[in-house]
């Protein structure tokens, strides 16, 4: 893959800004993780115990 960028005068530019992205959007999903309050994460972590109790029942 490396001889099809290797005329590519631009390749360290685009490598750059790809890296920017990435750890952007990491940072935002690491963001949108650690802002929910705890409650969220307690009432999901229930959800597929509760539709075993009702299959059961």
């Known amino acids: 893959m490396k001889k099809y960028f290797a005329t590519e005068k631009s ?3 685009f490598q750059s800004i790809m890296l920017i992205l990435f750890l952007f959007a990491f ?3 690491l963001f ?3 802002s929910k309050p705890n409650k969220y994460y307690q009432k999901i ?5 509760e539709d075993k109790k ?4």
């Open 54 to 57: 009702q299959e059961s029942i």
């Open 11 to 13: 390749i360290g530019i």
């Open 45 to 49: 972590s229930i959800l597929p115990l």
């Open 27 to 29: 940072f935002f999903i």
């Open 32 to 34: 949108l993780v650690f």
